[in-house]
């Protein structure tokens, strides 16, 4: 089977489509390709949604990301991952990731929001039956919780390829919405007694706990402490 | 109209069914109503998924928890909330919320997972058209971002009434699925030279950031430099 890798194309930017411009806060939205990647990467989640028996289901998983495809793994006997195996031409998808960087507090109930930045995917998932781009896309997974992990770990044997399913879904329709800044309060509730602003949220991570089993003689990674 | 709020059972877990019973991992899997409340309560947004034209949406956004009913909100000129105020007998739903809690490393490449707490509530969202159950919803949403900040702001006006839709989901099909702890690494690969262990993962907040424009006689209330 040919591996067709989607095009790297030169284009800064994805195309918008109908599903990728929103009813409302187009100033918010963009396509940029490095803000989404950016986005991307830095989540270790994503929240992918697909259809089943006619109703919508939202599940987190892991992913990774090699350029501008995204990979996603799991047991063989999991519902969507035999879904993306079973549908012709593949599954219907929708794969979304979001950070929240900080509560929004305006003197209003109304104005008040969060700052985030998201990226929303459309398209469909096919799964990857090539031996060589499941491995790929295995590394991809690892690496994307921990960059260069896959070089630093066993890597999977044949019986774990074969337990495995992975889909991949390609970044074609794709936007990002960011929001920054304090609150948008209106003009005559500026006076009012309530504090407004933002109150900043980052992910942060505390000191690695080795586990139980592990041989004392074996050091912290740099990769880790270096967080 | 009447509001027939959802019976707040005092059974302890949510029933199982078909859809909240998982193909795998049942043994992370919840219906604890305390443990879902408390998922759902630390969390600033969830992933809200729904199908339009036939394929699935999930979008990121802010939520609200009074009992046993989940509120969302958005300008009455959202998709979503369109779609679920035309819908009948309402719109089919997917909101999941989940808390990235740690990195886990082991030897092997395939046993690389997260620590999570992640909660599923399937159900059918309806528009919220009573003005006193909209109020209480709108206060909730903003005292979901900061525990009692609806009494430290200007409540809605009618014209921030009308301007947002409001959609209410009772949790009534629930699970949720934690994991926790270190790798499970196959015993052969206990040997094998690589790091093992967990990175934990937690939000932190940084300082809060008055707005602009301010009065610096307004102090930062205690309720934000409490966390």
């Known amino acids: 089977m040919e591996i067709a890798m989607p095009d790297t194309s030169t284009s800064a930017a994805y195309q918008e489509t109908d599903r990728t411009v ?10 940029d390709r490095a803000l989404v990647h950016g ?20 599940l987190p998983t892991l ?3 090699v350029g501008e495809r995204l990979y996603i793994h799991g047991s063989t006997g999991s ?6 195996g079973q549908a012709d031409p593949g599954l219907p998808v929708c794969l979304t990731v979001t950070h929240v960087d900080g509560l929004v507090l305006a003197r209003s109930a109304f104005h008040h929001s969060i700052n985030f ?3 929303v995917v459309h398209g469909v998932a096919h799964e990857v039956t090539d031996p060589q781009e499941k491995r790929t896309a295995l590394n991809a997974l690892v690496d994307h919780v921990v960059p260069g992990r896959s070089l630093d770990s066993r890597p999977p044997v044949a019986k774990e390829l074969a337990a495995t399913a992975v889909i991949s879904l390609d970044l074609n329709e ?3 919405k960011v929001r920054t800044g304090g609150p948008n309060d209106d003009a005559e509730d500026l006076a009012l ?24 003689a ?10």
């Open 63 to 65: 992913f990774g990301r």
């Open 117 to 119: 930045r998201s990226v």
């Open 174 to 176: 794709v936007s990002a």
């Open 218 to 227: 074996v050091a912290v990674p740099a990769y880790l402490t270096a967080r």
């Open 193 to 216: 007694p309530h504090w407004a602003g933002v109150l900043p949220l980052a992910a942060s991570y505390g000191a690695p706990i080795p586990s139980d089993d592990l041989d004392p």
């Open 39 to 58: 986005i991307l990467d830095a989540a270790y989640v994503c929240h992918l949604g697909f259809v089943r028996d006619g109703a919508p289901v939202v």
């Open 79 to 84: 519902r969507p991952l035999r879904a993306a």
């Open 22 to 31: 929103p009813a409302r806060y187009r100033d918010r939205t963009s396509y």
